[in-house]
């Protein structure tokens, strides 16, 4: 056990319970009418205080890649924000799979906040990447719950370590920007435990964000502001989560309900409209007193935390954010393809660069996450800077829509016939993904394709330089040598890309998500976005990377893939058992060595992956389960150390409603993406029985031999039918081989038939010989014998 950290935990508990403490103090002492006025924000981007009591505002901001203050709280942000560092989005800090840049970056965010008097940080988005198509897919990080987990995890745990709160979001099941107020996301049980709730608990019990932020959409017909089921029973119930929850800006449907659910502010501010809803329905006994007074609790104790955390002289180092921001923005670059090595760009080579973003890049994305860079920077200047002017040429080929011409394109191909090495740059530009609405498809626009078409088909060697915030296809990746997914770097990308052109940074990001070779591959096609008032997820939890494994279909790109300009060779794995009690012990260990084989220094991200030999329950081929990035020399070796627990070879049982392990055997696969795992391990992994749901007069006859003390009644149920005999096999041997072959496909066909039988169909099929009475009895002996 590590003391250290249980202490911190310890003292992390005591606080928070001084200031519930406190908060319950305050609004002992308020009215209705103020408990009411907290529940509702003071115009767009600060809370109401009790001026009355000394208790005073606080302000929220924008700001998952970047803070995005508002100068005016009466203002969506229309007055234009106070200048802050541009750090690459959550789809480029995603893949770089490092936990550890990860926190310094939200560290460096909260001196920002800090220094701008915001006290709450609108971040960081969290939802799962259903589909490419996803408007607002750059601002999230994986398809992957652990993934996207542990970013979110760091990024707090940066962040909140600087004193400011933040506001992980959106909570639940916000898949799509169409309609997204309107829509409900309509999902199964499992579904929902498996793939859309683990990133947010990871983060809500490794981080304890100060926040959670209820999302606009509705779940299975309940809107997610007030869904009790997910912000009483799932979030604070169940993850134990001590914090205050908000409304997206605009998404409270009716207040009262929220309150009674756990929706405790309402942002941006309603006036009195609301409030008077809420007194009210106090006044009137159709809201409880102490249900207005916890809410009130949790919005006076967040302020509490965040006056206690105020650092009135804080400042921040704008040249070394900067530099944090250029350093992320390389470790993020997944280099796609490098034939012939290509890259990095050869010190004697002549380099044409080619597209409208070498010089005029699109390094964030659009919506309420925009940021004012505090500088910016471009790939054409910071490699002039490198390599110098000399060596470089330069033509626009396309304008800011991504159109081009005859003249743009002769420009382009003869700038590339000059030069040893053409990099296009190319992608999305701002019209083609954004919060408040969901691509139409994955192409690019015609404009980049026939640009990169016409100059591969006159220069040998091009590699593509992509800017983008999520999957697109590449109908053209054969034809050049190089692809480079630089993403939305943020302001200091154009030296990121730089960086890695050139070699002063060996690429090592790995993709977070899948990129599919057409739209009709994916997981969601023709289903996304949901229209008509439903997102059907009928994919289940075949979601990304699972969905292609379970179907084999060969992506793109898969889940987790990145090259390097070294390589890596797996040799050897490793674990603590070849046998693990999910009940009885508490964690496996695995260890995996990995190796630099190759001439440079690198960073590897050593992926680990379960998978359930014999599932009885539809499951993926592999899911990640943890993964670790390590910094390797030339030749270099180094042991790479896992733990497990009973969860990660657990399933959600719906029927249950709780996480269930069967007894089975399981590999451990440990590799560089999700289609290139060349170390397994087995591990048998044991189990008590799952509890079973109780049978019903609708059960399948075959139920019955799956329950503790049901062999008996299900023999009972097939004597009824008049096969009986057919359930022993005893006469087999006094019977030729023919016969016995004939009498095995004659079991096989009737107990197909009577397995799949609804229990209550054999007192009909009996003829009565099984009556409904005793068929009650059955069941009643049945509950007696399950331990539920």
């Keep these: 056990m590590?003391?250290?950290?249980?202490?911190?935990?310890?003292?992390?508990?005591?606080?928070?319970?001084?200031?519930?403490?406190?908060?319950?103090?305050?609004?002992?002492?308020?009215t209705i009418e103020e408990q009411a006025l907290l529940l509702s924000g003071d115009g767009w981007w600060a809370t109401h205080g009790v001026e009355r009591l000394g208790l005073p505002p606080i302000a929220l901001s924008d700001g998952p890649h970047g803070l995005r203050k508002v100068r005016r709280n009466d203002s969506a942000g229309a007055e234009g924000s106070v200048p802050s560092t541009c750090f690459p989005t959550a789809s480029a800090l995603a893949a770089t799979w490092n936990v550890d840049l990860l926190r310094e970056v939200g560290a460096a965010l909260g001196r920002e906040a800090q220094a701008v008097d915001v006290q709450v940080l609108l971040g960081p988005g969290i939802n799962i990447k259903r589909s490419p198509l996803g408007g607002r897919n750059f601002e999230y990080f994986s398809e992957d719950p652990v993934l996207a987990g542990r970013a979110a995890a760091a990024y707090i745990e940066g962040v909140q370590g600087e004193g400011v709160g933040t506001s992980l979001k959106h909570f639940a099941v916000n898949s799509q920007e169409d309609e997204r107020m309107a829509t409900s996301s309509d999902l199964d049980l499992r579904t929902l435990h498996e793939i859309y709730l683990p990133a947010f608990e990871i983060a809500v019990t490794e981080a304890r964000p100060w926040t959670i932020m209820s999302s606009y959409n509705l779940v299975n017909g309940t809107y997610a502001s007030e869904n009790a089921y997910l912000l009483t029973d799932v979030l604070r119930r169940d993850w134990g989560f001590d914090g205050l929850v908000v409304s997206d800006w605009g998404g409270i449907n009716d207040?009262?309900?929220?309150?009674?659910?756990?929706?405790?502010?309402?942002?941006?501010?309603?006036?009195?409209?609301?409030?008077?809803?809420?007194?009210?329905?106090?006044?009137?006994?159709?809201?409880?007193?102490?249900?207005?007074?916890?809410?009130?609790?949790?919005?006076?104790?967040?302020?509490?935390?965040?006056?206690?955390?105020?650092?009135?002289?804080?400042?921040?180092?704008?040249?070394?954010?900067?530099?944090?921001?250029?350093?992320?923005?390389?470790?993020?670059?997944?280099?796609?393809k490098n034939d012939d090595h290509v890259l990095p760009i050869a010190s004697d080579k002549q380099v044409a660069l080619i597209g409208a973003f070498a010089t005029t890049p699109r390094y964030q994305g659009a919506g309420s996450s925009m940021v004012n860079p505090t500088q910016s920077s471009n790939a054409a200047d910071e490699l002039a800077a490198?390599?110098?002017?000399?060596?470089?040429?330069?033509?626009?080929?396309?304008?800011?829509?991504?159109?081009?011409?005859?003249?743009?394109?002769?420009?382009?191909?003869?700038?590339?016939?000059?030069?040893?090495?053409?990099?296009?740059?190319?992608?999305?530009?701002?019209?083609?993904?954004?919060?408040?609405?969901?691509?139409?498809?994955?192409?690019?626009?015609?404009?980049?394709?026939?640009?990169?078409?016409?100059?591969?088909?006159?220069?040998?060697?091009?590699?593509?330089?992509?800017?983008?915030?999520?999957?697109?296809?590449?109908?053209?990746?054969?034809?050049?040598?190089?692809?480079?997914?630089?993403?939305l770097g943020g302001q200091a990308g154009g030296g990121a890309i730089a960086d890695v052109l050139t070699g002063r940074a060996n690429p090592s990001g790995k993709l977070a998500e899948t990129f599919p070779a057409s739209l009709e591959q994916t997981p969601t096609f023709p289903n996304f976005p949901g229209r008509?008032?439903?997102?059907?997820?009928?994919?289940?939890?075949?979601?990304?990377?699972?969905?292609?494994?379970?179907?084999?279909?060969?992506?793109?790109?898969?889940?987790?893939?990145?090259?390097?300009?070294?390589?890596?060779?797996?040799?050897?794995?490793?674990?603590?058992?070849?046998?693990?009690?999910?009940?009885?012990?508490?964690?496996?260990t695995v260890e995996v060595d990995v190796r630099n084989i190759g001439k440079v220094a690198g960073k590897e991200v050593v992926q680990l992956y379960a998978h359930e030999r014999a599932p009885v329950v539809a499951r993926p081929v592999n899911e990640l389960r943890a993964f670790k990035k390590v910094a390797l020399e030339p030749g270099e070796q180094k042991t790479v150390r896992f733990t497990l627990s009973r969860r990660d070879f657990a399933y959600y049982d719906a029927a249950q409603e709780a996480w269930a392990v069967r007894t089975g055997t399981f590999e451990v696969r440990a590799g560089g993406s999700s289609r290139d795992l060349p170390l397994v391990a087995a591990i048998d992994v044991s189990a008590a029985q799952t509890r079973t749901k109780p049978l019903?007069?609708?059960?399948?006859?075959?139920?019955?031999?799956?329950?503790?003390?049901?062999?008996?009644?299900?023999?009972?149920?097939?004597?009824?039918?008049?096969?009986?005999?057919?359930?022993?096999?005893?006469?087999?041997?006094?019977?030729?081989?023919?016969?016995?072959?004939?009498?095995?496909?004659?079991?096989?066909?009737?107990?197909?038939?009577?397995?799949?039988?609804?229990?209550?169909?054999?007192?009909?099929?009996?003829?009565?010989?099984?009556?409904?009475?005793?068929?009650?009895?059955m069941l009643e002996l049945a509950r007696k014998g399950l331990a539920i």
Aim: hydrophobic share 45%; charged share 25%.
């Design 255 to 336: 207040r009262v309900a929220g309150v009674a659910a756990g929706n405790d502010l309402e942002m941006p501010g309603s006036g009195d409209y609301n409030r008077k809803k809420i007194i009210a329905a106090v006044e009137e006994g159709r809201l409880s007193k102490p249900a207005l007074a916890r809410a009130a609790t949790e919005v006076a104790a967040l302020i509490l935390r965040a006056v206690a955390g105020r650092r009135p002289d804080a400042t921040f180092d704008v040249e070394a954010h900067h530099a944090l921001a250029r350093r992320a923005g390389a470790e993020a670059i997944v280099l796609l």
């Design 386 to 487: 490198i390599v110098g002017d000399a060596r470089l040429s330069y033509a626009s080929g396309y304008d800011a829509e991504g159109e081009t011409t005859d003249a743009l394109v002769a420009e382009a191909v003869q700038r590339a016939e000059g030069a040893d090495l053409a990099v296009i740059f190319a992608g999305l530009p701002d019209s083609y993904e954004s919060e408040g609405f969901d691509r139409r498809s994955i192409d690019m626009p015609p404009g980049h394709v026939r640009l990169i078409e016409a100059v591969s088909a006159r220069q040998p060697n091009v590699v593509v330089v992509l800017l983008n915030g999520s999957a697109v296809s590449m109908p053209w990746a054969s034809r050049v040598k190089g692809i480079v997914e630089a993403w």
């Design 696 to 777: 019903s007069r609708r059960s399948l006859v075959g139920e019955f031999k799956r329950v503790p003390g049901g062999e008996a009644l299900y023999v009972e149920l097939v004597r009824a039918l008049g096969f009986g005999a057919l359930l022993s096999t005893d006469d087999e041997a006094s019977m030729t081989p023919d016969e016995i072959v004939a009498i095995r496909k004659a079991r096989m066909a009737t107990f197909a038939f009577i397995d799949d039988m609804p229990a209550i169909k054999v007192c009909a099929f009996s003829h009565g010989a099984l009556s409904e009475a005793r068929l009650d009895a």
């Design 532 to 588: 008509a008032g439903h997102a059907v997820y009928g994919e289940g939890v075949f979601v990304g990377y699972r969905y292609y494994d379970a179907k084999r279909i060969e992506p793109l790109f898969p889940f987790g893939f990145g090259l390097s300009y070294t390589q890596f060779a797996y040799e050897a794995i490793r674990t603590s058992t070849m046998r693990f009690d999910a009940d009885r012990d508490g964690a496996v």
């Design 2 to 30: 590590n003391t250290t950290s249980t202490r911190e935990e310890q003292r992390m508990d005591l606080a928070q319970a001084n200031v519930k403490q406190q908060a319950a103090e305050w609004v002992a002492k308020m």
